[in-house]
Every structure is written in C-alpha cells, then in structure tokens.
C-alpha cells in the first residue's frame, strides 16, 4: 500500500514525507536509544550497555541532521550551501559538546575519540566562517568535507571495526558494536552523499534518492549478504520495513 502511494505522488512531496517520517524516526533513536535498541533487536541485557545506546544515539543524531536537511530543503526552499551551512552549525556544535563534557563509558580511549570531535570541530567551524567571509572558499570547503564525510561513512560501513578503534570503542564478543557501526556509517554515507551532490550541482530530489540508495546498500549489505540479522539477533522485520520503504521512495525520487 505504501510503495503504490509513493510511487504515485511526485518527487518533491516524495521527498517531504521522506523528511517527516525519517525525522520522526531519528529523534526517537536519539531520545530513547534504549528503546531503539530493542526494537532494533538487541537483547535486553544489551540493551542497558552504554556503548550500545551511544551508538544508537550518535546513528539517530547523524539522521536528524539529515532530517534538517531536507527540511531545509524542501519545505523552506534554502539554498543548497545555506542547507550545508545548517549541517555544519550542527556538527559543530555537536562536537564541541561531545568534546568538552561527555566521555563514553567503557570506551577504551576517550582520549582519541575527543580528539576526533575537536578536529571536527575546527574544520566545520572553519567551513561556517568561511560560509560567510568568503562564499567561494566556503563552498570548496563544505564539498570537501561532505565528500570526506562520504569517503568516512563508506569506510565504517565496509570496515566498522577500524571506525571503532578510532572512535576508542571496543569490539564486542557478540558483534553488536560493528553491526551498529556499520548502520551509523550507512547513515553518514546518506547525509555526506546528499550535502555533497547538492554542492556539485546535483537537482536536490536527484540527490536525496542517490543518498538513499547508499543507505539501502547498507541495509542489504548488513541484511543480505553479511546475515548481521542471524548472527547478531537484530530484528529482520526493521532493515525489512526500511528497504520496503526506501525502494519505492528512490523510484518516485528518481523518476
């Protein structure tokens, strides 16, 4: 029923309802990633660690802002470097939080991971400034670091052990930790895709469906091919209510 009603509307409205019910479903893994976690499958007594639910929570953060995104975008008409402008303010703010007052309990190095924020936050908020001083600067600088976001989030979606070690999180027995890094660096692939496509002149309908299809090579990736739902218990029915979600939507998107 869903898939024949997208498949019907056209691609902007497409898009805003993309927007509503990813954002909806962003602020939920970010404000009650206990919850999420749940329902993601994790087993209950995992579901209190708290390396789980900052993961949970750091993948429910990365769509929100992919949610502000596209609200930018297609309900209030911005431009697209005023949009990625948007998503720096929020990364940097973000970092600079995570930076100074949180540390992540049973991480093996904080440390690093602090390190990591404050690097971000230097570059993003130098992309923000130079937004404003220098327009032309500005615009290199956010396509570069949305297709460093990019080259980012494929790795830990290939490779989310190494993104682990660099966040200083330890890889667990059960494998909960990488399966969750790897859904993390899906959503990273899908924001980064979107900002940087918009950057290189890419019609911002056309740029959210590219960004999602990187998200569902994710979800067939973890689902699919790597059977992350067997071997780690995630729930089947959520990766398969997304993916039954997403292709009708790229199809009205693209088309």
């Known amino acids: 029923m869903l898939s024949e009603y997208l498949f019907e509307l056209d691609s902007k409205t497409t898009a805003q309802i993309v927007t509503l019910i990813g954002g909806i479903a ?14 993601w499958g994790v087993w209950r007594e995992e ?68 390190r990591g924020h404050w690097i971000n936050f230097v570059l993003s908020t130098t992309a923000l400034l130079l937004h404003y001083w220098k327009p032309y600067w500005g615009d290199d600088i956010a396509a570069w ?17 190494y993104g682990l070690y660099q966040w200083g999180l330890p890889n667990d ?3 909960y930790n990488e399966a969750l890094f790897r859904i993390h660096g899906g ?29 569902a090579f994710q979800f067939c990736l973890s689902r699919f091919i790597l059977h992350e739902d067997d071997k780690v218990g995630l729930d089947k029915s959520a990766m398969s209510f997304w993916l039954l979600f997403y292709i009708p939507a790229i199809g009205s998107l693209w088309f």
Request: hydrophobic fraction near 50%; charged fraction near 10%.
């Open 145 to 161: 670091g949305m297709g460093w976001a990019l080259f980012n989030g494929l790795l830990f979606t290939l490779l989310p052990s």
């Open 187 to 215: 959503s990273l692939m899908q924001v980064a895709a979107f900002g940087f496509l918009m950057m290189k002149g890419v019609e911002p309908t056309r740029a959210l469906s590219r960004a999602m299809m990187l998200q």
């Open 26 to 39: 962003s602020l939920f893994h970010y404000l009650a990633p206990k919850r999420s976690a749940l329902r």
């Open 47 to 114: 579901a209190r660690n708290p390396i789980v639910l900052w993961l949970i929570q750091r993948t429910g953060l990365i769509n929100c802002q992919m949610a502000l995104a596209c609200l930018l975008t297609f309900f209030y008409n911005f431009s697209p470097t005023d949009t990625i402008a948007a998503i720096f303010v929020t990364w940097s703010l973000d970092s600079f939080y995570t930076a100074m007052f949180r540390t992540i309990p049973g991480g093996t190095n904080n440390e690093m991971h602090k």
């Open 173 to 175: 027995r059960k494998g």
